[in-house]
């Protein structure tokens, strides 16, 4: 009994950590803190006067196109057009578009050359989904596949992607066409985001009380609406979440973002545009 124990022991020795790991309890899963990205963990470089326009190195400019499509410039002049389609276009190129479809109202199979990347949110095949990961300047996008409803009421697997841009120390998601609530796993690779663009018609996306669901673990503490087709729809979502946050319009289409300037308790802010 002591030769093994002396074996086993030596053979710990040759593997630190070794034992810890065999005692070690499984680990539960749980939302992280904060968005898992290296450029988003990372401290804002500073940005050379000549290519601010009025952006710090903290700052992030959103402007609301129209439909699911929004403006984003990062304080290098990245810039990024979500659900990037041939009927709402960016008034400016993008760096960036990022895509998914669910209706030809959020891709487009004719994206402009110039374009640096594409990311399309569904892959090839229901069985391998899309998944992107890249890095221009001080921006990085990556993605977390979910299903969506087909034309003949059944799921299509990985159809959706839900994007993540990481920029100016924060992490802001793009829900595309959203029609289920998250699973553990997706939340864990979304991780705590602070703004997230949301689909909010309550009908061709998911419902309204399963959107609540999402918004209440994502915890972005700055929620923006969009995919809402009329003033109707978007003032149904509104008069329901005021039962659980702070609503605000805004009078131009264009917000100015840091994170020293989120709001201190979680905000629904409506930018005009669709």
Known sequence: MLTAFAAFAGL????????????????????????????????????????????????????YVGHS???????????????????????????????????????TDR????????????????DQPARHDITLKDVRVRNVPTNIRDWRGGTERHGNSIFIYEMANMCIAHLGHLHHTLNQQQLDEIGRVDVV??????????????????????KAPLMIPMHYFSTYTLHRFLERVRQNWAVEISEIPSLVVSKTSLPATPKVTVLPGN
Request: hydrophobic share 45%.
């Open 69 to 107: 499509t929004f403006l984003i410039e990062s304080p290098q002049l990245v810039r990024i057009a979500t659900d990037y389609n041939d009927y709402v276009r960016s008034p400016v190129l993008p760096d960036i578009v990022t895509m998914n479809h669910a209706h030809s109202s959020h891709f």
């Open 12 to 63: 710990a020795s040759l593997q630190p950590g070794a034992f810890a790991q065999v005692q070690a309890p499984a680990q539960k899963p749980q939302m992280v803190e904060n968005c898992p990205g290296l450029v988003a963990s990372s401290r804002p470089r500073a940005t050379p006067a000549a290519l601010r326009l009025a952006l710090n190195a903290d700052q992030v400019r959103f402007t």
């Open 111 to 126: 994206p402009d050359p110039a374009i640096k990347y594409v990311l399309r949110g569904w892959g090839p095949t229901p």
């Open 197 to 218: 663009f949301v689909p909010v018609d309550g009908n061709m996306t998911l419902d309204l009380e399963g959107m609540i669901e999402v918004l209440q673990a994502l």
